[in-house]
């Protein structure tokens, strides 16, 4: 037992009137005394690219000082992949432990809403007497199952002045979406942090999503700071596939200079959702930020590559301006949890529902087997249990959350979960049958951004990823020699015995989790 926990197991016993002796023959109370809460703050699209811990982009200012004390304290993981890169997916792995065909939501469009009455893991936690919460972000479209309290947006939900839905109904709120979630995630820890029961909050903030709006605290924040520019922002998509040739997720095309950068010509023409939600406070501050900025712009308007430059310098103002009010959230957090003394007995994690491009390949967005959507950040606090300052090498999975959170809780673990419990890798302790490689399946297309369907494996060197539905292309990248993932190496004759290996491995993995391309074709849309 660690000293930390001897203190505090003292501290509880003498406050109960029990001996230390009397209270190891009583089972029932050690385990009341034993188990820790539970805090998972998820944030969307937060390329660990944009934080400070992880080496990120920006250096001076760290971009994200709070979430960095996560890192200090606990573990972070370098290489957490998750299953299906995009929203309503990720959520819905996180809770039932389930790859996306097992658990029914493969996608964020056309899909029908989350089956609420399968097994997930606050459903479990809630019967093995956890206090069990979710506020923010859900994203699957019915209502929450398994949580004593929940209080959620809508949809994606609104920067400003956002509507909530609860138990009770909708409504709408006056203030910054990330400052709201935060306020009301406090509310509840103080109404059950001397309740005597264990508790798990799922704290799921919108930000930093498109179309990244920055908050009142936050607005000029990065105005004129210029970010580094990815090496691959020119990318070409040469020696690779269809899909990469084909897709819509670029900063030079896709992203628009209005509604994602804010560039409105006519300033009184900015009526997206977003700024027509503003008061009319908000809207002059607002104002006094972007309208500068829209004037110089259409002064002299850059083009061509320099246009290009312009607007990922834009895009990563108003991103890291949106995190920026996420990490003093995690910051607020921490100095309640600290203030409260309930520091000792909660872990505390960080990550994203998955990964984000900042400029890499020249994109936008998620939903590709590549390294900058495939990883997801993930810190995890755990006092007395995880060693400060440790950093992970691990391949683990967004999938293991779930069992991971279980295990953490001493409730056993279902069998029919398909991840893995990293509490021994949390302890310091990875087992040595530990996986060696992943599967992923990503299934939205056609749909936004236009990234075909596909699936495939990766191992510590290398991916293997099968395009299918509209075309049948294989595409393989060996990471050691091509970290940036800019050659498809599948049809090079010297990579042909590592193919070979690679398509068993993956053929095993398939098998192992149900999947398969026919099943995979009875998810096609009509
Ligand atoms: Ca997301």
């Given at each position: 037992m660690t000293?930390?926990?001897?203190?505090?197991?003292f501290k509880l016993l003498a406050a109960l009137g029990l001996s230390a002796t009397a209270a190891a023959c009583t089972n029932t109370l050690e385990t009341r005394i034993e188990r820790p809460n539970i805090i998972y703050i998820m944030s969307d699209d937060h390329a660990y690219q944009a934080i400070s811990a992880y080496g990120?982009?920006?250096?001076d200012p760290a971009p994200t000082p709070n979430i960095d004390r996560i890192a200090r304290d606990g573990m972070r993981f370098d290489r957490c992949l998750v299953?299906?890169?995009i929203s309503g997916p990720c959520r819905a792995v996180l809770l039932t432990g389930k790859y996306s065909h097992l658990n029914g939501f493969l996608m964020n469009e056309r899909q029908q809403p989350f089956d609420g009455s399968q097994q997930t893991f606050p459903k479990l936690l809630q019967q093995a007497g956890y206090r069990t919460a979710i506020i923010g972000k859900w994203h699957l479209q019915s209502d929450p199952t398994g949580f004593d309290h929940w209080e959620i947006l809508p949809g994606q939900g609104n920067y400003y002045n956002p509507e909530f839905i609860n138990k009770e109904g909708r409504h709408r709120e006056e203030g910054y979406v990330t400052e709201l979630i935060t306020d009301k995630c406090i509310q509840w820890l103080n109404t059950v942090k001397s309740s005597g029961k264990p508790f798990m909050l799922m704290m799921h903030h919108k930000a930093p999503h498109r179309e990244w709006q920055p908050g009142p605290n936050e607005l000029s924040?990065?105005?004129?700071?210029?970010f580094p520019e990815p090496s691959t922002l020119f990318d070409d998509y040469s020696n690779r596939g269809t899909a990469e040739k084909t897709q819509d997720m670029t900063i030079s095309k896709t992203m628009r200079l209005a509604e994602d950068l804010k560039l409105y010509q006519d300033p009184d023409k900015a009526k997206t959702?977003?700024?027509s939600r503003m008061t009319p406070e908000q809207k002059a501050a607002w104002d006094s930020v972007y309208n500068p900025i829209i004037k110089k712009f259409y002064q002299l308007p850059p083009e061509g590559e320099n246009l290009i430059r312009f607007k990922y310098q834009r895009y990563l103002q108003d991103y890291l301006a949106c995190i920026a009010a996420v990490d003093k959230s995690v910051g607020e957090v921490l100095d309640y949890l600290s203030v409260t003394g309930l520091d000792n007995n909660t872990i505390v994690i960080y990550a994203s529902d998955q990964g984000f491009y900042l400029g890499e390949h020249g994109w936008f967005d998620k939903r590709w087997m590549f390294e900058q959507s495939y990883r997801t950040p993930l810190l995890v606090r755990w006092p007395g249990v995880v060693e400060p300052g440790?950093?992970?090498n691990d391949m683990v999975s967004n999938i293991d959350l779930a069992e991971t959170f279980l295990e953490m809780a001493g409730v056993e673990v279902p069998e029919d979960m398909q991840g893995r419990s990293m509490v021994p890798v949390l302890k310091g302790k990875t087992p040595r049958n530990w996986r060696k490689e992943h599967y992923y399946h990503y299934y939205e297309y056609p749909g936004s951004h236009m990234v075909k369907r596909h699936y495939g494996m990766s191992t510590e060197q290398y991916k293997?990823?099968?395009?299918?539905?509209?075309?049948?292309?294989?595409?393989?990248?060996?990471?050691?020699?091509?970290p940036y993932e800019l050659k498809n190496v599948y049809n090079?004759?010297?990579?042909?015995?590592?193919?070979?290996n690679l398509h068993k491995r993956l053929e095993k993995l398939m098998v192992k989790f149900g999947d398969s391309e026919d099943l995979a074709k009875t998810f096609l849309p009509e």
């Open positions: 000293p930390w926990k001897m203190q505090i197991d990120g982009i920006l250096k299953t299906n890169s924040l990065y105005k004129d700071v210029t959702a977003g700024m440790s950093v992970n293997l990823m099968h395009y299918y539905y509209d075309i049948d292309e294989w595409e393989m990248y060996d990471l050691k020699t091509d090079d004759p010297s990579y042909a015995s590592v193919k070979k």
